[in-house]
């Protein structure tokens, strides 16, 4: 079992910078692939970013890819997402999900096996 907590989110200004959090209960931290996903009002949830237990490996969705950076520190048990340039298009609740294989880059929600609740980050225009 692996308990999630995001967090880092907020209100901002257009084109501001956030770092977001999450921090995840256990010791095996670095056997579970990582991802983050969004999910804005009215929409379904997407893939944000996804990295692998180790770090090696990334994946990034195409409408983000060179804003949103994805981390992780084993030693902390903690994953990052880092959104630069922030855009009002970006307002969402942002969620982090852990995959028990640590090398599988999952894109789709149900592919993942636990969740974080959550947490808001609203840009203003």
């Known amino acids: 079992q692996v308990q999630l907590v995001e967090s880092g989110g907020g209100l901002v200004q257009s084109g501001v910078s956030l770092r977001l959090s999450c921090a995840a209960s256990?010791?095996?931290?670095?056997?579970?692939?990582m991802g983050w996903f969004r999910q804005a009002p009215g929409k379904e949830r997407e893939i944000v970013a996804a990295?692998?237990?180790?770090?090696?490996?990334?994946y990034y969705a195409d409408s983000l890819k060179g804003r949103f950076t994805i981390s992780r520190d084993n030693a902390k048990n903690t994953v990052y997402l880092q959104m630069n340039s922030l855009k009002p298009e970006d307002t969402a609740v942002y969620y982090c999900?852990?995959?028990?294989?640590?090398?599988?880059?999952?894109?789709?929600?149900?592919?993942?096996?636990?969740w974080g609740q959550g947490t808001q980050v609203t840009v203003s225009s």
């Open positions: 999900a852990a995959n028990r294989v640590a090398l599988r880059i999952a894109t789709t929600a149900g592919a993942y096996d636990y």
């Open positions: 256990g010791r095996t931290f670095s056997s579970y692939a």
């Open positions: 990295i692998s237990g180790g770090g090696g490996l990334t």
